[in-house]
């Protein structure tokens, strides 16, 4: 079955590109999906255990298998975002 994974902030930047296109067996789940891009990407290999994953703009587990033309997204940590503290300059 064939999946779209969307990479975002700094998986994005560490495989180099924003989507990879993956063919993988019947009953696939998002944590193979996880393997194989890994695979492909070596630079990511590290960095499983701080993620969350999204299937067609929900979040779901690693364990849930995927259905053909899935979307998937792999979800880094976020820190920070708002305006820095303290006096103006």
């Known amino acids: 079955m064939h999946v779209r994974v969307r990479l975002f902030a700094s998986l994005r930047e560490a495989a180099g590109t924003e989507l990879v296109e993956l063919d993988l067996p019947d009953g696939s789940t998002a944590e ?5 891009l890994a695979e492909a ?4 290999a590290g960095r499983r255990r701080s993620l969350a994953v999204a299937v067609n703009r929900r979040y779901a587990r690693f364990e849930e298998p995927l259905a053909p033309d899935d979307e998937v997204v792999f979800v880094p940590p976020v820190s920070g975002g708002g305006p820095p503290s303290g006096p103006a300059g």
């Not at 193979?32 to 194989?36: F, L, N, Y």
């Open 32 to 36: 193979e999906a996880w393997r194989r």
């Open 41 to 44: 990407h070596p630079s990511l």
